[in-house]
């Protein structure tokens, strides 16, 4: 490692914010590591931002040793906790935050979370001059600039394998399952899942949005039926979270009218946010805490570590949450020739 910052920077603080997602251990092991190499302290910050604000929180912080972080790689979770904080949208709060800062002498915050924990990071520097740097925590995957986020990886995984045991229920009694998954507005989860397990429908914000919902569910019940009759097997529609009124629930109601087929939904839920985070995700938390840590030596603030075909970088935290990554067109376009093929093969 070089560095051009190594006398200034004496202590980091770091928190965890908003969703959980498997891996954040994983970082802040490797933030805690990183920090050690050259000698500096590291503060946990627990309950994410209220860490720095409420005072029954910011109690609880605390300098993170070697010994604590020694064995949380493959731990789901974050040992710091986390939390969502209505007050980090107020001055008010985030001249608490700053106060905190400052009187834990910190000289730089890292935070790793979403958007919404960027956007808390880019307001704080309203009333703090410390360096600030994000790590992209989080299994929608919907942060921009950069290829994965943490978690998303697990989260994708866990979809994987909750829905090919759907499957076998599904096949044994020929039913039709819509699954929702999590995801927020974005359907990175969804897609991914959908062309991994095999779903007969795909449904996110990516093919969906705009179309008219009755002729959708035409088209589907049509599908549907045609595909029974032939088949006569599962099916299996994966939707993303939001994109329908009601959910997955409200649509299995609303096919059942159009098809007159029972269709069970199942709402995978905060599952996908747990459990013990597969090696993609603690490698990429590994490679982005040291990257944090080294940004911070070298005197960099204002931006988020990403990684991008397979290297680390730094972008404006700015542009990080403009909420312009969609998912991968190659997948959009593979789901849709299964879609054509599938309907040839039943003609």
Not at 61 to 86: D, F, M, P, Y
């Amino acid at each position: 490692m070089t560095s051009k910052n190594v006398q200034a920077i004496k202590r980091i603080g770091i928190l965890t914010s908003g969703g959980d997602a498997p891996g954040m251990n994983a970082a802040i092991r490797s933030v805690v590591l990183a920090a050690h190499h050259y000698h500096i302290e590291v503060i946990g910050f627990c309950h994410g931002y209220n860490g720095l604000i409420c005072q029954e929180y910011i109690e609880q912080a605390r300098a993170l040793t070697l010994l604590e972080v020694n064995n949380v790689i493959h731990l789901g979770g974050t040992l710091l906790k986390s939390a969502r904080c209505q007050l980090m949208l107020e001055d008010q709060g985030l001249q608490l935050a700053a106060n905190t800062l400052d009187e834990y002498n910190i000289d730089a915050l890292i935070v790793v979370g979403g958007d919404g924990s960027f956007k808390g990071l880019l307001a704080l520097q309203r009333f703090w001059s410390g360096q600030v740097i994000g790590i992209p925590g989080t299994i929608d995957n919907d942060v921009d600039g950069t290829d994965y986020t943490i978690g998303f990886a697990t989260a994708v995984n866990t979809g994987i394998e909750a829905i090919d045991k759907i499957r076998d229920t599904a096949d044994a009694f020929e039913r039709i399952f819509i699954v929702e998954l999590m995801g927020r507005h974005s359907g990175h989860i969804t897609f991914n899942v959908g062309i991994a397990c095999a779903a007969e429908q795909v449904l996110t914000f990516e093919n969906f949005s705009g179309e008219d919902p009755a002729v959708k569910l035409q088209q589907l019940a049509s599908e549907i039926v045609k595909a029974k009759e032939i088949r006569h097997t599962s099916y299996i529609i994966v939707i993303a979270e939001n994109l329908w009124q009601g959910g997955a629930t409200e649509l299995a109601k609303q096919l059942k009218q159009y098809s007159g087929m029972e269709c069970t939904p199942c709402i995978l839920g905060h599952i996908q946010r747990g459990g013990s985070p597969v090696a993609k995700d603690r490698i990429l938390a590994t490679k982005m805490g040291v990257a944090a840590v080294q940004g911070i030596m070298d005197g960099k603030t204002n931006v988020m570590v990403a990684e991008q075909d397979n290297a680390m970088y730094l972008i404006a935290l700015e542009e990080a949450v403009k909420h312009h990554k969609l998912v991968s067109q190659q997948l959009v376009d593979a789901q849709q020739n299964i879609l054509a093929l599938t309907a040839q093969t039943q003609c």
